[in-house]
């Protein structure tokens, strides 16, 4: 069964920095492309970032860019998102999801196509 293990939350002041890792078991992490969701109170899953089984990355999502990087370390089964230069409109649960590579590169935005997700990180950003 695999299993994802989110870790590194946290209250933050704005324009601080976090780093969330998130950790898979269970399963082949480098077989699986990875994503970090957010999802902020009363509004849908919001797509963060992307990195491909090959390392590749994805565009980011457009409030995050330039602000957020995503990495995996494949002998660690590890994904990270390190967040620099926090707003408080940052402030959500943050999930990371895994999949088997996708054909259509526009499924991995889509929070439907992810087999796997871990169980959420509270990122609170302070104005």
């Known amino acids: 069964q695999v299993q994802l293990v989110e870790s590194g939350g946290g209250l933050v002041q704005a324009g601080g920095s976090l780093s969330l890792s998130c950790v898979v078991s269970?399963?082949?992490?480098?077989?699986?492309?990875m994503g970090w969701f957010r999802q902020a109170p009363g509004k849908e899953r919001e797509f963060v970032a992307a990195i491909r089984v090959s390392g590749t990355l994805l565009p980011y999502g457009g409030s995050v860019k330039g602000r957020f990087s995503i990495s995996r370390d494949n002998a660690k089964n590890t994904v990270y998102l390190r967040m620099n230069s926090l707003k408080p409109e940052d402030t959500a649960v943050y999930y990371c999801?895994?999949?088997?590579?996708?054909?259509?590169?526009?499924?991995?935005?889509?929070?439907?196509?992810?087999?796997?997700w871990g169980q959420g990180a509270q990122v609170t950003v302070a104005s």
């Open positions: 999801g895994a999949v088997p590579p996708l054909y259509y590169t526009d499924r991995y935005y889509r929070p439907d196509s992810y087999a796997y």
């Open positions: 269970g399963g082949t992490f480098s077989g699986y492309a």
